[in-house]
C-alpha cells in the first residue's frame, strides 16, 4: 500500500466490499486509526457506507472510453469549453 492514506481507503473499500459480498460501497466515509510518530505499522480503517449491487452491468465500449477520456482532462475553469458527446438515436 505504499504507506499512501488514498491507498488504504481503496484497499478498506475492497477489502468490505468483498466480505460484504456487495459490488461497491456508496457514500463510503473512513476513520483512520494508526500512530505515525511511532511508525507503527497496524493500520486500523473503520469503514462507513452502504453497500450496493450493480445491475446491468456493461462493458465499456469505445463511446464510453472516450467519454471518460475527456472527462479526465477537464479541469474545473474549462467545464464550460467542452461537453460530452451525446449520440442521438437514428429512426
Same mark, same amino acid.
Given at each position: 500500500? !505504499?504507506? $499512501? *492514506?488514498? &491507498?488504504?481507503?481503496?484497499?478498506?473499500?475492497?477489502?468490505?466490499? !468483498?466480505?460484504?459480498?456487495?459490488?461497491?460501497?456508496?457514500?463510503? /466515509?473512513?476513520?483512520?486509526?494508526? $500512530?505515525?510518530?511511532? =511508525?507503527?505499522?497496524?493500520?486500523?480503517?473503520? @469503514? @462507513? =457506507?452502504?453497500?450496493?449491487?450493480?445491475?446491468?452491468?456493461?462493458?465499456? &465500449?469505445?463511446?464510453?472510453? #472516450?467519454?471518460?477520456?475527456?472527462?479526465?482532462?477537464? /479541469?474545473?475553469? #474549462?467545464? #464550460?469549453?467542452?461537453?460530452?458527446?451525446?449520440?442521438? *438515436?437514428?429512426?
Amino acid at each position: 500500500m !505504499k504507506a $499512501d *492514506p488514498s &491507498n488504504w481507503r481503496s484497499y478498506a473499500v475492497y477489502e468490505v466490499s !468483498k466480505r460484504m459480498s456487495c459490488d461497491v460501497i456508496v457514500a463510503a /466515509t473512513f476513520n483512520i486509526k494508526y $500512530d505515525e510518530v511511532a =511508525g507503527d505499522q497496524d493500520v486500523q480503517i473503520e @469503514v @462507513v =457506507g452502504y453497500p450496493a449491487d450493480f445491475t446491468n452491468w456493461q462493458t465499456a &465500449n469505445a463511446q464510453d472510453l #472516450e467519454w471518460i477520456r475527456m472527462e479526465k482532462t477537464i /479541469t474545473t475553469a #474549462e467545464r #464550460e469549453k467542452i461537453a460530452a458527446a451525446v449520440k442521438t *438515436p437514428t429512426k
